[in-house]
């Protein structure tokens, strides 16, 4: 009752509530997979700057060796999931909707899963907090909710802040995902020791595990290991709503405070990670193993076998969908992640990486595709929106072209959760529009930068070609002079001889 | 009769006299037109709109020689702010309607031609061109305006325009279909 | 697979036309009710209005050039020609009912673009211009007559296409009507109220007036109904009906010799319906909770003004298309808060910065 009630009271405004379709893989438990006969693993599985290769082809390499360096303060390290023989670094199709091909290391395993020395342990008890963090960057841990932001840029977010909150996000609010329901269920014990340690490195004591009310199997289990690190860890039931999982909704759900436009939940003092992060900062931590595999939720009616699997990063999608008995039907739709936010793929070819939550093949019946009508103004999506904007609206000046017009009226503080197009009556494509905004925004704003740096780098040419122009007159006049004052001397030379030579034949003459 | 005229005469002077006053006293300084258009252009003087220089371009724009849409490597929003600024129609103009919104062209060298002849580097007006004599050149591509310089100059024409490669970061959805009310039967 | 398509891959099952069907459902007691009692020549005229709508919708998307199948299919036309059958006198020839939806379905729709374009609400639109343009067919009300007087079939089609209905079946009053004449003629409101039907029969419709918004308990419930099914929003009726009602009791407790009572102002006329299928029509109405608010004490307040002070006894249609030219200016200017935001458009304060 009381679980009942503060989840009435933990909602969000706005959002929606697709039929979740959670049963169809939440009471398989985590099954480890076999190794692939290949695995694919982009450079950039994570924002930022794309991973440095460290091996080339036919390197052999071990089970955690780093085959991949960050490069930059925001990217991760890479680590080989398995031993194995690098058989090409070029590129592949990316995990991506656009299909395009990106630098990919292509990792043919010798099937004897075979470690490198791991990373010695810490004992986080003991560890500075600095330490941590450095050892999470070490793992290649990025948010494993989906953002694939790196964790160990979050993890020190206490310099600039003053933090008093971890929020451990397992609300789970996309449909069909089960992976981090079945992780607390299963390994709640990790998560919250994961938990403990990263509120060490944030040097906060306070720990919400946030999760929602249709995931009650998973509140209990965390119920029951409410230790992390020593510190209390707080299980809060929100409502079950889309997009409860948003960081940001969370927050305002969890704690009723709301983050400022264009800023962190940090300048709140709440730093918010995923459950499955604090997973793997468990493991990296205490027994040095670097991120390697994570769990997927295979699932969607055009699955055979939906299923919770541990697969190795790589792990090409059409072997996960092999290991869970394979397609039914031709799918509408593949996706990589959630019905709402999740990303279509074009092939199958390509690999789960770390961000990966979930691969899905959605039937038609679950897609409910229909033809896009004309907006009869319902007012649904500016109901259903979690942001408080006006979808249709914005819609309507992007198909004007007036796309400075719709970022004035909020169009780049939409998050893209999907829930006005999820809801619109007349099926229209909302969030395509609004992605294509604000990509189109971007690439303009870049195009003016970049023709600020051409206008700078011409005039630095210019300047160059005056200087050298100039150097080159100042050189020939300094010629000139020289040749000047030598053909002098020579002529005074030649008159001096010519003085002399007079005498000479009389020399001579002598 | 006559009061009538006086009246309104004196009340059609005076208020002219206002109006003199005020167009003197709120006169507004308009920005030299040529200043204005240069800065909109890219300033790299590549010189494929035949003008010497995106000055000369600027001033043959202003003197009605030159139509707006005499830059290439600026493309369809060079024009159309061009446009604004002399005044012309950009709103159904067939020549700016015309230029299809061309992706931003960057050069693209093919190694097995180049001799290392450095004639490109020499040429661009971007410095976009890294190379030394006998050596392989490359394009950085952050830097290319696609102006087109370096491939006429290239004797062995291992220089190609082609369009800027499209990375996951720069990569976005397309505008999606309009609904069915915009949808006519005879023309799909 | 062909083209990708974007997130999300999944979608509700509310669709344009369900919820038309959804308000067409929830219209059809009332529309029973008034068929039944105002016998065959109202069935006709209803058939004829909606089949006459419909045809024209398709003419007109055929004239635009536009896809007709899902357009004619997705039951917005259907629902026009229902509405504008509703504010009919029952008994009124066959071309006022063809004219009203041609009206409706031409200058109010499709002159503005089609489904979704238009500023007015097209059943408003006709109601407005066939009351102004025809006023005496279109206040010729018959008493409801009991079954076993009705018409027959044969008489029916004679009155709805033939010489018309016989003048001692039209010589009834609405209510409104009736209120407006006798005042005007200077009688006091208490002997003008005893003449008039009693609130019980007015609630079940057993009275004189439109096809369809006599019965204001069916219509109010087929109203609560879109209201379940989540279709309409409880803010535009409540604030419209709550707005005529305390503008009636508060008239009625100063001036109670000039004021009807507040009550019969929500049973009589077409209150009900406007309030709960015209005013809540998505096109023409502001899309946020506060805007609809707005909206609906706005009509309330114009129905009110109309029947006390205006020319005619009924003023649910002007009150309705002045507020849709609101619409626009009302979405304007109200708008939710955008999240991280304040009203303004500026970022929230920064509280805990270190």
Redesign the interface.
């Known amino acids: 009752m009381g679980a009942l009630l503060s989840a009435l009271l933990s909602s969000i405004r706005g959002g929606v509530h697709p039929e979740t379709r959670k049963f169809l893989s939440a009471e398989s438990p985590i099954e480890p997979m076999p190794i692939p006969a290949l695995l694919r693993l982009p450079l ?1 599985q994570h924002i930022g700057a794309p991973a440095e290769p460290l091996v080339a082809r036919d390197d052999h390499v071990l089970k955690g060796q780093l085959i991949a360096r960050a490069r930059g303060p925001i990217s991760a390290n890479l680590h080989a999931p398995t031993s194995g023989r690098v058989i090409a670094v070029g590129p592949f199709p ?1 995990p ?3 299909g ?1 091909p ?1 630098p990919t290391i292509t990792l043919r395993p010798d099937g004897a899963d075979r470690w490198a020395p791991r990373l010695p342990r810490l004992r986080p008890e003991d560890a500075e907090p600095e330490e941590i963090a450095a050892r999470v960057a070490e793992a290649g841990i990025v948010g494993m909710g989906g953002a694939t932001f790196p964790a160990a840029v979050k993890l020190t977010l206490r310099d600039r802040y003053r933090l008093h909150t971890l929020i451990i996000n397992a609300a789970e609010c996309e449909p069909y995902l089960t992976c981090d329901d079945r992780l607390l269920r299963e390994r709640a014990e990790e998560v919250a020791d994961g938990a403990g340690i990263m509120a060490r490195a944030l040097g906060v004591t306070k720990i919400i595990v946030a999760i929602e009310s249709n995931k009650p199997a998973a509140a209990a289990a965390m119920r029951r290991h409410n230790l992390g690190l020593g510190h209390p860890v707080q299980v809060r039931v929100v409502a079950t709503q889309y997009p409860m999982g948003s960081e940001k909704h969370l927050v305002r759900a969890v704690t009723g405070r709301e983050t400022p436009a264009r800023a962190l939940t940090a300048e709140l003092g709440i730093v918010v990670h995923n459950s499955a992060t604090a997973q793997a900062v468990h493991l990296a931590v205490r027994y040095g193993e670097p991120l390697l595999s994570r769990v997927v939720t295979v699932s969607g009616r055009g699955v055979a076998r939906p299923a919770n699997v541990q697969a190795l990063l790589g792990t090409p999608v059409a072997d996960l969908l092999a290991h869970c008995g394979g397609l039914t039907e031709d799918p509408d739709r593949l996706l990589l992640g959630g019905p709402m936010m999740g990303q279509p793929i074009r092939s199958p070819r390509v690999p789960v990486v770390k961000g990966t939550n979930g691969v899905l093949a959605l039937t038609r019946a679950e897609t409910r595709k229909a ?5 009869i103004r319902c007012g649904a999506c500016v109901r259903a929106c979690p942001c408080g904007l006006t979808p249709f609206e914005l819609n309507a000046r ?2 004007a072209g007036d796309l400075e017009g719709a970022a004035a009226v909020g169009l780049l503080d939409c998050v893209s959760c999907g829930c006005c197009s999820y809801i619109c009556p ?1 099926n ?2 909302l969030v ?2 609004f ?2 905004a ?3 925004l ?3 704003e ?2 003016k930068h ?2 600020e ?3 700078r ?6 300047a160059r070609e005056e200087a050298i122009a100039e150097a080159k007159r100042a050189a020939m006049a300094r010629h000139k002079a020289q040749m000047a004052e030598k053909k002098r001397r020579a002529a005074e030379e030649a008159a001096q001889a010519a003085e002399e030579a007079p005498a000479e034949p009389q020399e001579a003459a002598k | 009769m006559i009061t009538a005229a006086a009246s309104m005469s004196a009340l059609g002077l005076g208020l002219g006299l206002l109006l003199g006053a005020a167009a003197r006293k709120f006169h507004v300084k308009t920005p030299p037109v040529v200043d204005e258009m240069e800065r909109i252009l ?4 590549c010189g494929q709109c035949g003008y010497p220089g995106c000055r000369g371009a600027a001033e043959a724009i202003a003197e009605g020689g030159a139509p707006v849409t005499l830059c290439p490597p600026g493309g369809r ?1 060079v024009a159309l702010k061009l446009a604004e600024i002399v005044g012309v129609d950009c709103s159904g103009g067939p020549e700016i309607s015309g230029m299809t919104d061309i992706e ?1 062209q960057v050069a693209f060298i093919f190694e097995d031609h180049c001799t290392g002849c450095t004639k490109c580097f020499k040429r661009c ?4 061109i890294v190379g030394a004599a006998k050596q392989i050149h490359t394009v950085i591509w ?2 290319c ?1 696609g102006c087109d310089a370096c491939v006429q100059v290239c004797p062995t024409e291992a220089i190609v325009l082609r369009s800027k490669p ?3 970061q ?12 915009a ?5 799909a | 697979m062909t083209a990708l398509a ?1 997130a999300p891959h999944t979608h509700s099952l509310f669709t344009v036309s369900r919820t038309m069907v959804a308000v067409m459902v929830c219209l059809s007691p009332a529309t029973a009710q008034g068929l039944y009692q105002f016998g065959w020549p109202a069935v006709i005229l209803f058939a004829l209005t909606l089949a006459a709508a419909w045809l024209f919708e398709i003419f007109c998307l055929l004239l ?4 007709v199948a ?2 004619a299919g997705d039951g917005s036309a259907l629902l026009t020609g229902w509405l504008v059958a509703m504010t009919l006198p029952p008994w009124a020839p066959w071309w006022i009912g063809v004219l009203g939806a041609g009206i409706a379905i031409v200058i109010g729709k499709h002159v503005f ?5 238009n500023l007015f609400n097209p059943a408003m639109v006709a109601r407005a211009m066939l009351l102004v343009a025809l006023p005496v067919p279109m206040t010729q009300w018959v008493a409801p007559s009991d079954p076993a007087h009705a018409p027959g079939l044969r008489a029916a089609l004679d009155i709805t296409f033939g010489a018309g209905a016989p003048v001692d079946a039209v010589s009834s009053a609405s209510v409104l009507g009736h209120l407006k004449s006798q005042f005007d003629a200077g009688l006091p409101m208490e002997r003008i109220l005893a003449g008039t039907a009693s609130l019980q029969d007015q609630l079940f419709g057993i009275t004189a007036g439109s096809l369809g918004e006599t019965s204001a308990f069916l219509l109010l419930a087929g109203g609560l109904c879109l209201m379940l099914l989540r279709i309409i929003s409880v803010v535009t009726p409540l604030f419209l009906l709550g707005t005529l009602f305390g503008l009636a009791a508060l008239a009625r407790l100063l001036a109670p010799e000039s004021f009807p009572p507040p009550l019969l102002h929500l049973t009589s006329g077409a209150t009900m319906l406007c309030a709960f299928f015209i005013a809540t029509d998505y096109v023409t109405a502001p899309v946020t909770a506060a805007g609809r608010a707005l909206y609906g004490a706005g009509i309330g307040a114009l129905i009110f003004v109309i029947r006390s002070w205006g020319a005619f006894p009924e003023g649910a249609a002007f009150a309705v298309l002045l507020m849709n030219a609101c619409t626009p200016l009302i979405d304007t200017y109200i708008r939710p808060r955008i999240f991280g935001r304040t009203r303004t458009g500026k970022p929230l304060p920064l509280r805990d910065r270190t």
């Open positions: 950039q990316a991506h909707p656009s395009l990106v033809e896009t009508m004309p907006c992007i198909q007349s229209i494509p395509q529009g992605s294509f604000k990509g189109k971007a690439e303009t870049s195009r970049q023709q740096e051409t206008r780098l011409a005039a630095a040419r210019t | 890219p300033g790299t003087n929003d931003p007006p971007t410095d976009a952050d830097a305006t499209r990375t996951l720069s990569w976005y959805w397309d505008k999606p279909d309009q609904p069915l009310a949808l006519r039967t005879g023309a | 974007s635009a050039g536009r896809p899902p357009f673009g089609g489904l979704g374009q």
